[in-house]
């Protein structure tokens, strides 16, 4: 046993002074992150008047400062400035102006994307109030701007003149689960375009059953839809119907007011279950909600 433990116990003195180098570096590496802190520096940053100052803008915004509301400045004309600054007017007509004519007066791409696009819809300017009118043009501006519009005398009668044309277009009421493109080009504010679309999404869902449902049709916004939506009908017994007790999957996914998962949905559950004995009892799928039940009831039956 003595033997054992000097066989494997005993060093000689070049492993004893490696044993030794080691330790030392051992107490190094745990000793040298205590001490250097001990002569570092600790220069501290005071931030008191940035907090304080901070504090000073919140209660200026929340609860405003007294000083500030006396004080009574004009941001009106600071607008102005900045309007004058932005712009270069010079006399013009906003009608069919070019892209870089506005961009000399001052306005940028987006201002004149949406001037263009009110253009290309069939939007005319036939009052200096009009350009007003439009989606991205501040009050500022278009005062900067007022004494500069020039609009002949020719546009303001061809408003008279397509005012009354609108008018003669909505003489009669017009059936639309029924209607062609040209009877619905008889609408006002109905071309070729928006009929074609109109007919095509009429396709898709089976027949209208509520006149609002004109206003899913891309590009007919409520300005639109007012101007006709007196002279429009539904006959809701021509709509087509889906039979979802025989009907595919294929089929059904491609209503507009359906997708991919709630088809699968109904398609799993009458395999389950069996036949639907009422069109209601499509609301025991868990992906049917009142208003996706409200839009579709319409559309299906169960024979």
Request: glycine share 4%.
């Amino acid at each position: 046993m003595k033997q054992f433990f000097k066989d494997y116990l005993s060093f000689n003195k070049r492993e004893r002074n490696g044993i030794f180098v080691l330790l030392l570096i051992l107490i190094l590496v745990i000793a040298i992150p205590r001490i250097l802190p001990l002569f570092s520096s600790k220069d501290s940053v005071d931030f008191s008047a940035f907090q304080n100052d901070i504090s000073k803008f919140k209660k200026n915004i929340i609860k405003g400062n007294d000083s500030i509301k006396h004080e009574n400045f004009d941001y009106d004309n600071v607008d102005r400035s900045v309007a004058e600054n932005k712009l270069n007017p010079f006399y013009f007509n906003p009608n069919n102006l070019s892209v870089e004519k506005w961009k000399e007066l001052g306005f940028d791409d987006k201002q004149i994307h949406i001037i263009k696009n009110y253009e290309a819809k069939g939007g005319r300017f036939y009052k200096k109030e009009d350009l007003r009118k439009i989606y991205g043009i501040s009050e500022n501006e278009y005062t900067v701007l007022e004494p500069y519009i020039q609009i002949p005398e020719d546009h303001k009668n061809n408003k008279k003149e397509f005012t009354s044309f609108k008018s003669e277009k909505n003489s009669v009421v017009i059936e639309l689960n029924s209607a062609d493109t040209a009877e619905l080009k008889k609408l006002k504010g109905i071309g070729s375009y928006y009929a074609k679309k109109i007919i095509a999404y009429r396709t898709k869902l089976g027949g209208f059953y509520k006149k609002e449902q004109l206003l899913e049709v891309k590009g007919i916004d409520s300005a639109r839809y007012a101007g006709f939506v007196d002279y429009v009908s539904i006959n809701k017994f021509i709509i087509r119907t889906i039979n979802i007790n025989t009907v595919t999957f294929d089929e059904l996914k491609t209503h507009p007011y359906l997708n991919y998962n709630i088809a699968n949905s109904l398609i799993n559950f009458r395999k389950v279950h069996g036949k639907f004995n009422s069109v209601a009892d499509i609301k025991k799928s868990a992906l049917i909600n009142e208003m996706i039940y409200e839009k579709i009831s319409p559309y299906l039956s169960v024979e």
